[in-house]
């Protein structure tokens, strides 16, 4: 059974003073910390969001290779396909970079926040993109 010893400390106003400036600085570290850990969290989650749709627009493509014709829209089709996966291998990339990034110094704060700004533009353009792809039925014109 352990028991909770009470140690007497005395100390002066100053080393109160210090203590409370490092208690004040681990708390903003301590909040940058887990902010980098919720930052992480999200971007392996849209990560794995991402990974689904590129396993969707490959899958839409082989069924696009499998048609027999050859027409304008199969042209089309697949150029659109790979224009969606060919952004979303590069908002990967960008994910992983922000996933790494160390948050606690403003100027990788900056930078985190232009990334994350680009990677939500391109997300609306792989959105647009995609919403093409599915009006499109890609196994027609067999």
């Known amino acids: 059974m352990e028991s909770n010893k009470v140690h007497d400390v005395t100390m002066t106003s100053g080393d109160v003073e210090e203590e409370n400036d490092g208690v004040l600085k681990d708390a903003v570290l301590g909040f940058l ?3 980098n850990s919720y930052a992480t969290k999200k ?4 990560g794995l969001l991402d990974f689904a749709l590129l396993a969707a627009n490959i899958s839409k493509l082989q ?10 829209v199969f042209y089309v089709l697949t150029t659109i396909i790979c224009v969606s996966i060919a952004l979303q291998l590069i908002v990967g990339v960008m994910m992983a970079v922000i996933g790494k990034m160390n948050l606690k110094t403003e100027e990788n704060r900056k930078k985190a926040n232009f990334l994350n700004n680009v990677i939500t533009v391109l997300l609306s353009v792989i959105t ?3 919403i093409i792809i599915s009006v499109t039925d890609v196994s027609a014109g067999d």
């Open 33 to 35: 910390g887990s902010f």
């Open 43 to 46: 971007t392996a989650g849209q």
């Open 63 to 72: 069924d696009l290779f499998r048609r027999k014709r050859r027409d304008a």
């Open 128 to 130: 647009f993109v995609n």
